[in-house]
């Protein structure tokens, strides 16, 4: 069977060897002789006697698809089978985790304890042969190992980390396909005329995400809320006039992230040509994408095409390199291209230009610009370039001359829509990429 459709079950034992092999590697780099991953400690609101959502550690989720389960540790000894310290707290204020169960359990020395005090005696005797990943906010959740997170290793994992093995790449289709779901549900409470708030209940239901399993807040824009990168809000009543709808919105599988946008007009036909010049812009990047090129240099030929837009639909006029070099593109596309995507959505590695820590810099002018490495074979990472009205960006552009190249009338027509985006996520390969996206869309 393809491993395109092979459930995410039957790919995850070579997964474990390969995570296995990572953490050989960065224990010989560390030179320690166990790695104790911690999955994570509950943090307290401050004042109250509740918790913010647990998120679990990446490094955790990386060896187990468990979300939701704090005060776990993960023991990897070379040549040994992982020894999972399973956390099952007897409490009648919450409900405890499950007994262990799924596709992964026979690949672990699995070890049930009741009480955070019963975990020290299935730690490492030697401490000081220990390296311990995780966030550490309380002392004692170290059981006394010393070295935390040290860069020697940690530079390892995470540079390694963007090679995506073929189970992460089943959850990372599977988010996908999810994920749309929630959007198709979400475009039809537009089209319905419902306001931000009903439309994110509407993509929850059928992604089937409460809030906090939701890989990242959901951005829901109407019309001009559309040109706020991260728009936070969700607004109970629908606006009057309903222009536009922007939806940036994932989905998660195994602690696998799906990260997908897409812009809509209600009913203005040069608005949706609008999106469709776009769209089609961004397809050329995509077919971009393959082993070997600079992520840099995808990002500079976006702002070249975003300057053919400009011009094309008459929001600007000039050169394309005389609207590059005057802040023009930036002022439209203030964005990077993309990021990494895995188990976070913003995944880490974006800037290392080597495993020992070394970092490619972005480009001068650049500062939103999430990936500067140069793309490898299975990397997923987003294309998500985007046009908006922004007008303290535009405003900079006053007393520059850049400034006259901005056609104020057609920026006035664009502002009530606030802007488009789309984007996609695509595995990257040796001569060309595959689209979780469209692939997931393309479906029934």
């Known amino acids: ?179 749309v779901r929630g959007h198709r549900a979400a475009e039809e409470a537009f089209r319905a005329r419902k306001a931000e708030y009903e439309i994110h209940f509407a993509y929850c239901r059928a992604a089937k995400h409460t809030e906090n399993e939701l890989p990242y807040g959901n951005i829901i824009a109407l019309n001009e809320n559309s040109a706020i990168m991260h728009y936070q809000h969700r607004a109970r009543e629908a606006p009057a006039k309903i222009r536009s709808f922007l939806i940036d919105a994932g989905a998660n599988v195994h602690g696998y992230a799906s990260d997908i946008t897409r812009s809509y007009s209600f009913e203005d036909s040069e608005f949706r040509e609008f999106i469709d010049r776009l769209d089609a812009l961004q397809l050329e990047l995509v077919s971009e994408v393959k082993a070997g090129v600079d992520f840099k240099d995808l990002h500079f030929l976006t702002h070249r095409k975003i300057a053919d837009l400009l011009v094309t639909v008459g929001l600007a006029s000039g050169s394309v390199e005389s609207l590059i070099e005057n802040g023009v593109t930036t002022a439209f596309f203030p964005t990077g291209l993309g990021h990494l995507l895995g188990i976070q959505v913003h995944d880490v590695g974006g800037f290392m230009q080597d495993e020992s820590g070394n970092t490619i810099d972005r480009p001068s002018g650049h500062r939103w610009l999430r990936l500067t490495r140069t793309l490898e074979v299975d990397q997923v990472l987003t294309i998500e370039p985007g046009c908006y009205v922004i007008d303290m960006l535009l405003e900079n552009l006053q007393g520059t001359p850049g400034a006259a190249m901005v056609n104020r009338d057609k920026v006035d027509w664009l502002r009530p829509f606030g802007g488009a985006r789309i984007e996609d996520n695509v595995r990257v390969l040796a001569d060309g990429c595959e689209n979780f996206t469209r692939a997931a869309f393309a479906e029934p």
């Open 1 to 179: 069977m393809s491993s395109n459709y092979a459930e995410p079950g039957q790919l995850y034992p070579a997964h474990i060897e390969a995570i296995k092999a990572r953490h050989d590697r960065a224990l010989e780099k560390a030179g320690a002789g166990h790695a104790v991953i911690f999955s994570g400690a509950p943090k307290l609101v401050f004042l109250d006697d509740y918790y913010y959502p647990f998120k679990a550690n990446p490094h955790f989720v990386g060896w187990l698809p468990l979300t939701a389960t704090p005060f776990c540790y993960l023991i990897h000894t070379p040549g040994d089978v992982p020894v999972l310290v399973y956390y099952q707290e007897k409490d009648y204020w919450h409900t405890p985790p499950a007994d262990p169960q799924g596709y992964w359990i026979d690949h672990f020395d699995i070890r049930v304890v009741h009480t955070v005090d019963d975990i020290a005696r299935h730690l490492p005797h030697a401490r000081d042969k220990c390296i311990l990943i995780g966030d550490i906010g309380d002392e004692a959740h170290a059981f006394s190992i010393e070295r935390v997170n040290p860069a020697s290793a940690i530079n390892i994992l995470h540079y390694a980390r963007s090679e995506k093995t073929g189970y992460e790449l089943a959850c990372m289709r599977a988010a996908s396909r999810r994920a």
